[in-house]
């Protein structure tokens, strides 16, 4: 009796260690969150610089992103190679939408990877919406220490199923991340530039480095964020097809 | 399109560009030809503009033809007016409207009726139209009047009904055209997996090109992979093209031929396969287009390589199949192309 009455203490013990454990995992990610984003609706102007495998600048495209609580953004392109093109997110739902047609075009999450930063690394602004996170245990990230997090993709349509992410122990900042794909490739490395290293309050871009493109790097920069809930129209992409103005 | 309304849009784009907030881009683009019937090569300008509620789009184009020597051309792209009120959505003038989920073949693209499998991506001149839209949270309708243009001579009526369901886009479509009269249609786009994305899409049509109770229909899949290779596979039945019967009576063969470029099939029934891979801005792709009642096909080899602003495409398409396939026949058996595209 005595021994079975110990077992359940061990076990309930176990229990709320690994609740906590999970509700901690939680609160980090999403304190990691609050460096990329303060609220649920938001727009945010991007720039993404790419180079070659030789490390020469290759190209640079601009896109302005929605980003909406219910797991919604879209996505508008800016520059001339790609201007008026447009991707709409709606959950596991997504659509491309190209100038001069009222096509929308349904796309699979495979396809959102195309391009040198895929559309869900610019549309993706909130982690803590998309995937779950358990806590690896605490490591070094050169001088400092930081939290290693295991993310597991929550829904289905998201751009990487599985998240190895990195954070500042004293603060929480994102640091690193390590990006792998449905087939558990890892597809892309993450660093993440902060506005003040010593002192971190926002995500001002990150670096890519393509792990199954010869290592090319890809440079996003936040140039600016403000708050925006934009109307429920433009979520629909019939609405979108039809070129409206959009600013 | 007359020079007058070209000049009109032409200055609404010149406005548009004098605007600090105006939406204005183009491209331009040199291209060369090299087919069975002689060398072409054109040099055109796309223009595109928005300024306030009107939308403005044109081509100046300077063709050299080897056995016709040199055109100009000018066209008026898209020019319309769009507002909204009381909920609804309003457009009025020349405006491109493509409907329908297929790639090879669009049985419901009642509107626009584009030409499919192009060589080169093209600026699409729109139909003057007047249409009215309403959007809700997960559907959409679209009604659109449709004057008579030098390829559709006639007045038709034309709506489009959308609804999201899921992971899936539900279409159905009516049109009753002045002398046609009426046809209905219903598409789904699909998304079965994370790499998989089937389509279909199927209309009745009262008459098109002059043939009656025409059955149209497609079905079709997207696949993409992790390492970013693309396959794109439809099959296709159009009722509106010339049958069987048709292509094996003599007498009739010289104007099937003569009708070939109103035809948007040249035989009833198709099956088109397109593998292309995405690599570092490089584009490599191969299509293959068969047509089963002839065994005849045309396989187009592309490359295309995308820069900050730059575009190169070259490519071949040749056509071929047994002798007295449609393809064998055709007066053009290969089309090699060229072109340059700078986008501002």
């Known amino acids: 009796m005595t021994s079975l009455l110990r077992a359940l203490a061990a076990a309930c013990l176990a229990l709320c260690a690994w609740h906590a454990q999970a509700a901690d995992a939680t609160a980090l990610l999403k304190a990691a969150d609050r460096y990329r984003v303060a609220s649920d609706d938001v727009q945010v102007e991007v720039q993404i610089d790419t180079t070659k495998s030789d490390g020469s600048p290759d ?175 433009w979520l629909n992409p019939m609405y979108l097809a039809r070129n409206p103005e959009l600013e | ?140 309708w679209s009604l659109v009047a449709v004057d008579p243009t030098s390829s559709s001579k006639e007045h038709a009526f034309a709506a489009r009904a959308w609804r999201r369901v899921g992971s899936a886009d539900w279409h159905a479509f009516a049109r009753q055209g002045e002398d046609t009269g009426p046809s209905l249609g219903t598409a789904v786009s699909w998304v079965a997996t994370d790499a998989t994305e089937i389509h279909a899409s199927v209309r009745y049509a009262h008459e098109v090109n002059g043939r009656f109770h025409v059955p149209q229909a497609l079905a079709g899949f997207t696949w993409t992979g992790e390492n970013k290779v693309g396959v794109i596979g439809e099959v296709w039945y159009d009722g509106s093209a010339p049958s069987d019967a048709e292509w094996a009576d003599p007498r009739s063969v010289r104007g099937l031929f003569t009708q070939a470029s109103a035809l948007q099939n040249l035989r009833r029934r198709s099956v088109f396969v397109r593998v292309s891979w995405t690599h570092e801005g490089w584009e490599p792709s191969l299509d293959h287009l068969w047509l089963p009642s002839d065994r005849s096909h045309t396989t187009t080899a592309a490359l295309g390589w995308q820069g900050d602003r730059v575009r190169v495409d070259v490519g071949l398409r040749r056509l071929g199949g047994p002798a007295g396939s449609v393809m064998a026949a055709s007066p053009i058996n290969h089309i090699g192309y060229a072109a340059a595209t700078w986008s501002f």
């Open chain 1, 59 to 233: 190209k640079q495209r601009r896109y302005t992103t929605f980003s909406q609580s219910g797991h919604r953004s879209l996505v508008l392109m800016r520059s001339p190679a790609e201007r008026g093109q447009k991707v709409l997110m709606l959950s596991d739902d997504f659509w491309l939408l190209m100038p001069s047609s009222q096509r929308p075009l349904r796309i699979t999450p495979t396809q959102k990877l195309l391009g040198d930063a895929s559309t869900g690394d610019v549309a993706t602004m909130r982690w803590s919406d998309d995937y779950t996170a358990e806590v690896v245990g605490e490591e070094r990230c050169g001088e400092v220490a930081c939290i290693h997090l295991a993310l597991t993709a929550a829904r289905r349509g998201v751009t990487y199923q599985r998240i190895g992410l990195w954070i500042g122990a004293a603060r929480h900042e994102p640091l690193r991340a390590d990006l792998y794909v449905q087939s558990e490739k890892l597809a892309k490395q993450a660093r993440f530039v902060m506005d003040r290293p010593e002192a971190p309050t926002t995500m001002t871009g990150m670096v890519l480095t393509d792990q199954l493109a010869n290592g090319r790097e890809t440079r996003v920069q936040y140039l600016s964020r403000k708050t925006r809930s934009v109307p429920e129209a």
């Open chain 2, 1 to 140: 399109m007359n020079r007058a309304t070209t000049l009109i849009a032409a200055g609404l784009l010149a406005a548009s560009a004098a605007q600090a907030e105006a939406d204005f881009g183009g491209q331009v683009r040199l291209r060369v030809d090299d087919q069975t019937t002689g060398r072409n090569a054109t040099a055109e300008a796309e223009l595109r503009g928005r300024w306030r509620a009107v939308t403005a789009s044109g081509t100046l184009a300077h063709a050299w033809t080897e056995h016709a020597g040199d055109t100009d051309l000018s066209r008026v792209n898209e020019l319309y007016a769009a507002g909204e009120a009381a909920g609804w959505s309003f457009a009025a003038g020349r405006r491109i409207v493509s409907w329908d989920v297929g790639y090879g073949f669009r049985p419901n693209d009642v509107v626009q009726q584009e030409r499919r499998r192009t060589l080169l991506p093209v600026l699409l001149q729109g139909k003057a139209v007047l249409q009215a839209e309403r959007f809700g949270t997960d559907e959409a």
